[in-house]
């Protein structure tokens, strides 16, 4: 057999082990929160979009929920404005809102939804105000005391929490063979604009449209253990230990428990894996083994 007619066969196997993920997740929702480095490579970025319109095209129904905290920094720098953090939380007064949702919804959502329709797909983009998509309310930090002082509430300006998703409006879109494309951003009671975390938001759809999974495409490979090495498969139970024992902590934390409220919400699995990796999508959601961690109840 030739070099060319082995490369042939060794293709043809790969696509026969993805035939029974493709009928299993056929016409099922997959949340991804798209960020980190695979929103700024360039070639990243395009073979990003070339897997959700694949996606797409052998049935499933992908819906993109992107951040931008790079992108937001880099505006305000120009600007002359420091970015401000408290717990990982960046502070947002009404000038900074007004950037945040520039950048994300006006930039950052456009090229992503350019990306992907210039692939082949049919992409819309949305913000938390579109269709009332995201009704968001204020959310305070707490700032832990010493035992018998009170905790103290700080107030980051006008960063959210999501009170609840419209998830009849992604089913349209969907129901209609679009993508939709969400930008982290949502409107309160009074029609104020809320920056909220881009994982968080991912989660909350996720929940809201009890999809077959989320995906939060990240830096690193994975949740890796005490020794530093991948866990492939972890359940609430071990997730929850490694939290109280210090072992996930830092930026995983908060997608750890993005993606154990979205399972408690009602969503099949979720994956955390390396968006640095090229086509990694495709081969957590098509392939046996996967790239990252997996995250069941």
């Known amino acids: 057999m030739t070099d060319k ?19 299993r997740f056929y016409n099922k929702t997959i949340v991804v929160k798209y960020g980190g480095h695979a929103m700024v490579d360039e070639e990243l970025k395009k073979l990003f979009a070339m897997d959700i319109v694949m996606m797409k ?16 920094g880099a505006v305000l720098k120009k600007l ?49 105000k579109d269709g009332s998509l995201t009704r968001a309310e204020k959310y305070y930090l707490n700032e832990d005391k010493q035992k018998d002082i009170p905790t103290e509430i700080i107030d980051v300006g006008l960063v959210g929490k999501v009170k609840e998703i419209n998830a009849g409006l992604i089913q349209s879109l969907v ?37 077959e999974k989320l995906v939060l495409l990240t830096d690193v490979e ?21 939290i109280d024992d210090g072992t996930i902590a830092g930026g995983m934390f908060p997608k750890v428990k993005c993606c154990l409220k979205a399972l408690r919400g009602g969503v099949g699995k979720a994956h955390i894996i390396d968006g640095r990796k090229k086509h990694a ?11 990252g961690t997996e995250i069941v109840l």
């Open 5 to 23: 007619q082995l490369g042939a066969q060794e293709r043809a196997e790969i696509l026969l082990e993805a035939l029974p993920y493709i009928r």
């Open 57 to 72: 095209y052998i049935g499933l129904n992908p819906v993109v929920v992107h951040g931008g905290g790079p992108q937001i």
């Open 80 to 128: 002359g404005k420091e970015s401000q953090f408290i717990q990982g939380m960046r502070v947002t007064d009404e000038e900074t809102m007004s950037i945040v949702e520039m950048v994300l919804v006006g930039s950052v959502n456009k090229e992503i939804v350019g990306l992907i329709n210039r692939n082949g797909g049919k992409a819309v983009g949305l913000s938390g």
């Open 175 to 211: 129901r209609d063979g679009f993508i939709p494309v969400i930008a982290p951003t949502g409107m309160g009671d009074n029609g104020e604009t809320y920056n909220i975390n881009a994982d968080i938001v991912a989660g909350e759809v996720a929940a809201a449209l009890k999809a």
């Open 222 to 242: 994975g949740v890796w253990d005490k020794d530093k090495r991948l866990i492939n498969t972890m359940d609430n139970r071990r997730a929850l230990q490694m």
């Open 281 to 291: 999508m495709l081969l957590e959601v098509f392939t046996d083994q996967g790239v």
